[in-house]
């Protein structure tokens, strides 16, 4: 039970991850996390007794890095699958903009 998959929002409500069901909880209960959907399966410990979370909103924001592919000319041939866009040929020198100076 507590090995479901909880989804993580950020502060902004922007999906970031996935997490068990157990490490949602310790998020909520450490105040890092509110709970915003939870399923109707609860989870009883020896003191409290808690509503198992579908999705869970983190408390402060996290910065997620740009890991975007640079836009390169070996990039841009290699996203074409080396064929020239302009005239569909695989052959000879590879240029761009099939504009060879």
Known sequence: ML?????VLNQNYE????CT???????VFLGKAEIVEHRDQRIHA???SFTLP????LMAYVRIPNTGIILSR???IKRD???CQYCGTTRGPMT???IIP
């Open 81 to 83: 699958g080396h064929q």
């Open 74 to 76: 070996k990039n841009v």
């Open 46 to 48: 020896t003191l409290q």
């Open 21 to 27: 069901a157990r490490r949602a909880i310790v998020l």
């Open 54 to 57: 579908s999705i869970v909103r």
């Open 3 to 7: 090995q479901l998959q909880v989804l």
């Open 15 to 18: 999906p970031l991850s996935v």
């Open 96 to 98: 761009v903009d099939h």
